[in-house]
């Protein structure tokens, strides 16, 4: 393929939470530039880096054997000095001190909106890839790092059925989610779950109260409640609360899964998703597109405009919800 552009030197950072993928993002987007003959340079703990001038180039050696890795090996920071045109000046002129013609950001939301912001300032082009565990990000079916996190999330909700189940227990499983219910929506139709918490939508406690007792009566012996952090009752411990206070008679217990879903090795299909979305940014960057975020839709790769991908709201999967509800009965 011939380049459209006359880019030679593009940065690569990631940013935002930590997601398993992101290692494999970042060594496609490395091979891809050095197959294209270009000059790649890694930007440590995302925008702070770029603030901090902590930047260095990199070769193929430096991504052996970091397709299977959690975490970033670039690492990741939050950056408030990044929030400053000042901060965004010392970026810029970072990145010119380097000859850096482009950027590939991977991240979630608050990534492409920095991208966007410093995209527009100084007309560097910038394409984004999906890197969270939330997988709310408009413009792509899965972001890197879902998958691998659902897995972990539903790992761990079989171990606790077990004792649930030999206990009579009720449990409240916490997952990620503080904006977005995909993670325990997947996980509570995957588990097997009696009911879901989710911020999308609202859950009438009162009235799972009411079927937990009808579940005790017909001498259903256990139960599995998932619950998102981000949910309107104030999440698993307050809705425990709750249920206690009704005086639910049988044993309820509370388990928080938190950053577990974070971290460990990404699962094969955040590897190929990973793979195709860093190919794909460099391969968008060198045929002219700019202030894009790449992602996979029906199997297709295509590119959202940031505003685009920022502004737009993700919905669940209606049919999933529904389907959800039945299946728990």
């Known amino acids: 393929m011939k380049s459209k552009t006359n880019i030679r030197r593009i940065g690569v950072f990631t940013s935002g939470g930590d997601a398993p993928g992101m290692n494999a993002a970042v060594r496609s987007v490395v091979r891809t530039a050095i197959y294209h003959d270009l000059h790649i340079f890694g930007i440590k703990n995302g925008y702070q880096g770029m603030v901090d001038n902590d930047i260095q180039r990199l070769e193929a050696k430096n991504v052996a054997n970091i397709i299977q890795r959690g975490g970033t090996i670039l690492r990741t920071a939050r950056c408030e000095d990044f929030r400053s045109k000042e901060g965004r000046k010392n970026a810029f002129q970072n990145l010119e001190a380097f000859d850096i013609d482009a950027l590939v950001a991977i991240g979630g939301n608050g990534t492409y909106t920095g991208a966007q912001i410093f995209s527009k300032e100084y007309g560097i082009p910038i394409i984004g890839i999906p890197g969270t565990i939330d997988n709310d990000l408009f413009g792509t079916d899965r972001t890197i790092g879902f998958d691998t996190a659902i897995n972990t999330a539903i790992e761990a909700v079989d171990k606790i059925r077990d004792t649930a189940n030999a206990h009579s227990r009720l449990f409240l499983i916490e997952v990620m989610g503080r904006h977005a219910g995909y993670i325990a929506l997947h996980a509570g139709i995957g588990s097997g779950a009696g009911k879901i918490f989710l911020p999308e939508k609202h859950t009438d406690i009162d009235e799972v109260i009411h079927n937990l007792q009808k579940d005790l009566r017909r001498q259903k012996l256990f139960n599995l409640i998932i619950v998102a952090e981000g949910e309107a009752n104030g999440g698993a411990m307050a809705i425990a609360k709750r249920i206690k206070e009704a005086n639910y008679p049988s ?79």
């Open 251 to 329: 044993e309820l217990k509370v388990t928080i899964i938190g950053h577990l879903q974070r971290g460990g090795a990404p699962s094969c299909n955040d590897r190929v998703l990973a793979s195709r979305l860093g190919y794909a940014a460099v391969q968008g960057l060198l045929e002219g597109r700019a202030g894009v975020a790449a992602g996979v839709i029906s199997d297709e790769v295509i590119f959202t405009p940031f505003e685009e991908a920022i502004n737009s709201n993700k919905p669940l999967n209606q049919d999933l919800l529904k389907m959800a509800e039945i299946l728990a009965l």
